[in-house]
């Protein structure tokens, strides 16, 4: 349930599903609510709320007539897709070995890429829009190399807190889920508008809270351009984990040697993206950065740290939140603090029972540096219902 309400003289109100809001998260929030083009309801932060670059992670951010880049970020369409298969947990082999390592033959992780076509180019709404529509920095050979890129990492998976897992409902049935994005070109896109609506404040001698807060209206030079390439990108990160999970299956598939089916895709969702909706008889850009969509009965996934349980959730729509939810867990503490406070022990223990990577290369994210999966999951009961449970026994991880 909605925890608090913080409302500043002159600011808008920020509307929090939790007790605890770290100084430096709150401080982002309040930079939010400052500016003038905040919807009236304010912002919305979710249980999992916690720092981040640009704005706060875990914030539903809706604004009139402008977009933040930096609040929509780097990872652009950033996102869950998990499905339920006919496997049990009896239909798997003892060790999980094999299907870890096939997988991560298969899909290319951290900043690796394919070697060769992944046949973007025989998409052609997507590839079509990408050399008509979508303005990318420098020449036409800069944008031959960048379709090149985007092409090759069709598929990929990425570093960070980007995963596949393998995963055992209530039931004991296997689930398929993984976590990624836009990859290089969502990240090149991001970072070249960030930077030219920086440069558009002292153009227009516009003073912003923060720098990170720098925003193009619409109407204005680059306005409808970055649209167009927001829209793209979240657009392949769709299609990227499509992609992707088509290969898992397939890998699953030539390591079990059980036939199976798919009984369900829960949902293929961005939590990190901006998009046009109607909310309190407004038109306005809802960023959700870090945070998913959770209408009445929309279907969402909001994953557990590394190897630990994750829920299928279907949204209640409640309008407070712009009707959204949590992306995750949140994390407790930096890359870096994390890799200070523990060990590679530390990981094995907390990650005992799930195949996956407990090297140093994987040990900032360990669980115990993000929030207790309960305790947000308690703290949205009126913004989602959990449908399934998952628990992990299979996580890749890419360093």
């Avoid at 990872?75 to 070995?97: E, H, K, Q, Y």
Wanted: proline share 4%.
């Amino acid at each position: 349930m909605m925890k608090q309400v913080i409302k500043d003289e002159g600011s808008r109100p920020i509307k929090a599903w939790t007790d605890h809001i770290e100084d430096s998260a709150l401080e982002q929030a309040k930079n939010l609510a400052k500016l003038p083009f905040i919807a009236a309801n304010g912002v919305a932060l979710m249980p999992d709320v916690h720092a981040g670059i640009g704005s706060t992670v875990g914030s539903v951010i809706a604004t009139r007539k402008v977009v933040i880049p930096a609040a929509v970020g780097v990872d652009i369409g950033c996102g869950m897709n998990a499905v339920r298969t006919s496997l049990t947990a009896t239909d798997l082999p003892d060790s999980l070995l094999a299907i870890r390592n096939q997988i991560e033959r298969d899909i290319p992780n951290g900043t690796g890429s394919h070697s060769q076509s992944q046949g973007l180019s025989d998409n052609e709404p997507l590839w079509g829009r990408l050399w008509n529509t979508v303005r990318l920095p420098g020449t036409d050979g800069d944008l031959e190399k960048h379709a090149v890129r985007a092409d090759r990492q069709l598929g990929t998976l990425g570093g960070g807190n980007h995963f596949i897992e393998l995963c055992l409902d209530e039931s004991d049935v296997v689930w398929i889920m993984l976590h990624s994005g836009s990859r290089g070109i969502g990240n090149m896109i991001g970072r070249h508008y960030i930077e030219l609506a920086k440069r558009e404040m002292e153009r227009w001698h516009i003073t912003v809270p923060h720098q990170d807060l720098a925003y193009l209206p619409e109407g204005s030079d680059h306005f409808d351009s970055y649209m167009a390439a927001v829209s793209w990108a979240q657009d392949y990160a769709m299609e990227n984990r499509r992609v992707m999970m088509a290969r898992v299956i397939e890998a699953l598939a030539r390591t079990v040697k059980i036939p199976f089916t798919l009984m369900q895709e829960a949902v293929n969702c961005h939590h990190n993206y901006v998009e046009r909706e109607n909310h309190f008889g407004e038109n306005l850009w809802v960023t959700r950065k870090g945070a998913i969509r959770a209408r009445i009965g929309d279907m969402g996934i909001i994953p557990g740290s590394m190897g630990q349980r994750s829920f299928i959730v279907r949204g209640l729509g409640n309008p407070e939140s712009y009707c959204s939810c949590s992306h995750g867990a949140g994390r407790l503490m930096s890359r870096t603090a994390a890799r200070k406070a523990f060990t590679v022990a530390d990981l094995e223990a907390q990650t005992h029972g799930v195949e996956c990577r407990k090297d140093n290369a994987v040990l900032d994210e360990i669980p115990s540096c993000y929030k207790p999966i309960d305790e947000v999951m308690a703290n949205q009961t009126d913004l989602v219902e959990v449908v399934h449970t998952l628990k992990a026994v299979l996580c890749v991880k890419g360093a």
